[in-house]
């Protein structure tokens, strides 16, 4: 067993001493490349230190590349530890990795080696631009709120080992309802039939047949719109990612929901946007803050990214009359709408509200729509309809920054929605959604507290929990003492504020049941319960 | 016949009136979707107008969205004719689309309606970025270039109507040799063995079997990298807008080859960095002017691009010397250089010369890889190989623009690397490769006028001919004559003026020659040679 002695007299940290000990460990061979560390709680118990110390210690070697830290994983010895900067070079065959563990370092045989006169590479640091950085922080801030709750791992500590996590916290579909037989057929049909469009360079806009599909798929929503109207991305994201570089220039904002996807905020930081989050009142976006945010930006305002059927995170459905209300002010500031209808291709909406892009006329309203939860996340594909003076750019940008799509996995798709498979799988993943919504939603009336508000839940697989406590930080801390709680009783949720871009208004959790049966929903909810009734019923 | 008449009183200029003449055909259904318009030489001589003046019409049209026009295809009108700015909003069911050609429109039964109470809708040319903009203008030059040759038209006028033309222009691997049974058995193997980790979200860094593999093809090439060192990419375009996007700020610039690849130039134009062109002399990149332009620039300097094997467009070499040179000034200022090895997979190169990434210790190589042109191109598979420092937060961007790639391609990709079949399939196309190119040495050498030089041709698939001429203007006045010789002969070939970022230094042809069999490449250069000789001979 690996147990790193700590010197408490001495003036160094014990964080500090505590990573050392670790290097030490993988330059001597005593950790290998592939063992798991100890989790936080047993190492802060062997050694004798705060769970805190033990974490920075881990961060610290996590940030020099030397440990891996997976989300739902211990953390482990990476294969090539790096080597570290103060080692000095040695030699070109080692510029890209280290020598294996224990030959080089400055506690290794190569110590003595002579430092070569070449100058020390370049750090990244130094290189990075500004928005690349603001991107990969919002990136990084996503990532540690990620790691909190360790959703798959095996219990840490005493309570519960025996019994698997339940994991509201991934937003990822249920692989168990993946199509994957039917998929593949189509896959080898689309190669069979037509190996040159598959296999070439195809249209930068995507695949002919594909646009055709995804533009009847719009009429049926309600949006008029022929082949023309559609470019297929490689996934919601980088559609949302090539409108933002469309409209960035200097000065230039995109006004959000707040709170809304954070990966969406990533995309906006990286072309270089100031995010302005405009709060949410009981019906969704506020229209007066709305306003009053586009009338002081003026020329700035570059666009307007709202997300209104089942928002991720809240789950929560704008309705008609406040789409009405939001087009009509985005349309006399002259603001295009970035509309994000992830969850249309689920079609839990019926005719009650229509996308934003079928209404107004006055208004240039950007579609992206996604075939990654209806279909699955591996086929990377989505899509922005619009009118062809728009796509023609978008279009053009896309050639620019990635010349085109797969058109294999394009192809497939187009064959898999062509062979009749897709409206079954719909139909199939649809049932299944409705039926778990409605299991989340008897199962938090019977087991949340009074105190744990579950917000609307009219459709798609994503509830809101608002919790008792004050903004901004106090919020943090109630969701981070939650998210403890919820390790203790093996149930994993998302912390409401990392979605926030404005402050938090009070603490929240996001809950996904996407993932999960109706037993495991039940079972969820009973834990979540006891979680919160241990963590904040002294309080309120 | 639509013959359209043009009042040469008017003082409406000739080319705005033949477009409103299309365009009133269009609305009156003269001219219905799908129709192809007359070539611009036929148009010019029914008309009675210069060619010069129908391709203005024409632009003007296809920037208006009226008619497509497929480079190597006539323009066609185009199946949903954008509504005209000046005919006002016909309600919210034809916001996307238009009402169909003759039913609106100022001349259509619809012109009497009333103007709805909405404002017109946003023009996307009111709110595109800089850099957007900027990225934009770069690809339709490229677009507009690629347009005159008409490669796989039917030949347009008299000349030779009665043969196929032979295609140096387009740049696509040659169908004939895709592995298309090979890959498709190793897609559905992939689907088969693992599906999960084909078809969920995965790393964003890219699916590990394939890093795997990629990794071990640049050990290969002398670059020393472990799977960590690999991030995957949707091709080499996409990796090098993700480093240009890492790297870019405010005043930053891109320093490249000239010529070079017009996609980078796009790429960095889409990042908003500035492009310094460095001049070459006979070896390749000039090192005094790359050296005295690093000088000027100091920090702004965000990186230098180099395609050291086979460039794209000159087929040129850098030797091992050059490229030492160019990493020791590189090093001294402390740059990135941001290295296109797009050749590399077609082993052409043996030990001769290596990659700048597996040389220097002291500069930051920073190398981008494809299976484009060695697999086939509708797999969008690239990567970025670098230090761990670098692909740490190259993943992190690439996550946060567009999550992670298509699990499935990279699945397939890596199963079809593991079963044998790429290494058979490259050993075939690199022997068909070096067989093209010994034929078109050899008859260049039948064939080509002595005033035409043909570059070095060592490797690779692209020839540069240099043409005798000024620089500048003078060198595209002399590409275009030849176009249209060589359009006349029934050959295509890319005009080099388009692959400069600064002055051509004098004009010149990119011949590819991936696509085309020895009896092929022998054939089109005997037409290539008559079309010089017939646009040039009198000159010199």
Chains 1, 2 share one sequence.
Not at 227 to 234: K, R
Not at 465 to 471: D, F, K, T
Not at 474 to 498: D, L, N, Q, T, W
């Amino acid at each position: 067993m690996f147990l790193p002695r700590l010197d408490r007299s001495a003036r160094e940290p014990l964080a500090r001493q505590l990573a050392d000990r670790i290097l030490e460990g993988i330059e001597t061979g005593a950790l290998s490349a592939g063992d798991a560390l100890p989790s936080t709680r047993r190492m802060a118990d062997w050694v004798g230190v705060s769970r805190f110390t033990v974490e920075r210690a881990y961060d610290e070697l996590w940030a020099q590349g030397y440990v891996e830290a997976r989300s739902g994983s211990y953390t482990r010895v990476r294969a090539r530890p790096p080597r570290r900067a103060r080692a000095g070079g040695s030699g070109p065959e080692s510029r890209l990795t280290a020598a294996p563990a224990g030959k080089a370092g400055p506690l290794g045989p190569a110590a003595a080696r002579p430092e070569p006169a070449v100058p020390p590479p370049l750090r990244p640091g130094d290189r990075i631009g500004p928005a690349a950085a603001a991107a990969i922080a919002q990136r990084e801030r996503m990532r540690s709120a990620a790691r909190a709750p360790a959703p798959a791992a095996p219990l840490d500590g005493p309570a519960r080992p025996d019994r698997a996590v339940i994991d509201f916290y991934s937003f990822q579909p249920d692989r168990r309802l993946f199509p994957s037989e039917a998929f593949k057929r189509a896959a080898s049909e689309a190669l069979r039939s037509d190996p040159g469009s598959a296999l070439t360079y195809g249209s930068p806009a995507g695949h002919p047949a594909l646009r055709e599909r995804i533009a009847k798929r719009m009429r049926e929503h309600g949006i008029d719109a022929g082949p023309d109207n559609v470019l297929v991305t490689e996934g919601a994201l980088h559609a949302v990612d090539l409108v933002s570089r469309l409209l960035a220039g200097p000065g230039r904002s995109a006004l959000c929901e707040d709170p809304t996807y954070p990966g969406a905020l990533a995309a906006f930081e990286a072309s270089g946007l100031r995010i302005l989050p405009v709060p949410d009142d009981p019906e969704g976006m506020d229209p007066a803050v709305l306003r009053s945010t586009l009338d002081r930006e003026g020329r700035n305002a570059a666009l307007v990214y709202l997300m209104p059927s089942f928002r991720n995170p809240t789950g929560r459905l704008t309705g008609q009359r406040r789409r009405e209300e939001i087009l009509a002010v985005c349309s006399e500031s002259g603001v295009p709408i970035l509309e994000d209808g992830f969850e249309e291709e689920l079609g839990f909406l019926g005719n009650a509200v229509r996308p934003l892009a079928s209404m107004d006329p006055g208004t240039t309203v950007l579609y992206v729509g996604t075939l990654s939860k209806s279909l699955f996340p591996g086929i990377r594909l989505g899509w922005i309809a619009a009118s062809e003076e728009w796509i023609r750019p978008l279009t053009a940008l896309r050639a620019a920054t990635s010349l085109g799509g797969n058109m294999m996995a394009q192809a497939a798709a187009a064959a898999f929605w062509d062979s009749g498979a897709y409206a079954t799988h719909l139909r199939r993943v649809s049932r299944a959604f409705s039926r778990r919504l409605r299991a989340a939603r008897e199962a938090a009336a019977r087991h949340l507290p009074p105190f744990a508000e579950l917000g609307e839940a009219r459709g798609g697989y994503l509830l809101w929990v608002r919790l008792p406590g004050g903004p901004g930080p106090e919020a943090a801390k109630v969701e981070s003492e939650v998210m403890e709680a919820c390790r203790r009783e093996g149930v994993a949720a998302a912390p409401g504020s990392p979605f926030h871009a404005g402050t938090s208004p009070g603490p929240a959790l996001r809950l996904c049941i996407a993932g999960l049966e109706e037993s495991e929903i039940e079972e969820g909810f009973r834990r979540l319960g006891a979680a919160l009734k241990y963590a904040l019923l002294e309080k309120y």
